[in-house]
């Protein structure tokens, strides 16, 4: 998992936004009850990395496999996700989206083993009767906050930050206290919420701090919600007068 994990992170120090795609077969030869116990002892392996809790929001993991090439072929999951991902707005969630009708459920996995996978963190698919297209049952990342549980919540809020790390690498050099004391900081914070706003990225900027922790370093303190959050994601940004 964190291979992945860490090959995001040198994107994400790029400036890019990104966020992985992985896959697990869920072994339809077993009973559900086997299937959840098999996904929970794989949860459960990667949890004693030390980075899990930090990193987890960054990788989702698909545990169901499906036909495609209109039953030609069996692949897992993890391909038509991540190639619908790729091609879903930042903005814009994957729950329940659907897939091309060249794919069909490889798997029939009830209704309460698909809860318990989706509890555990794990991608998986249903079958819409009305569409008869396989659907996302639920676009979520494997991690166990919240406010990052969701693909569209962890993406929009990279832009976010992303966003405010340029508009502060514009200052770097300048005498921190007359940049605080000009309102050109202020400024600048409050066109690039308006943008976000107007782009549907975020739905809330409960608070922005601006403060300097010593002579030379200056920090932004965000608290903020995605159009698909429910509580406030807190973070932060800095700035340096010597450099980033």
Known sequence: LFRSVDFCRVQLQSGIVTHGVMGISPNINRSNEAIVDRLSAVKEANKLDKQYDQYSHMVSVVASDLYALYGTSIQNGYIGYGVLLAHTLISETTTNAELPSSFALYDYIDQETLKSINDLGFVSFRKSPKTKLVHVLNGITMSEHQ??????????????????????????????????????????????????????LIKDFSSVNVSKKNENHLVVDLSFRTKYMLEDLKSYSGLTSIGE
Do not use: C, P
């Open 147 to 200: 406010e990052l549980k969701y693909v569209v919540n962890t993406r929009s809020a990279q832009v976010v930050m992303r966003n405010f790390r340029v508009m502060l690498s514009k200052f770097i050099g300048r005498n921190l206290d007359e940049l605080i004391k000009s309102g050109k900081l202020n400024k600048d914070i409050s066109g690039l919420i308006s943008e976000l706003d107007a782009e549907g």
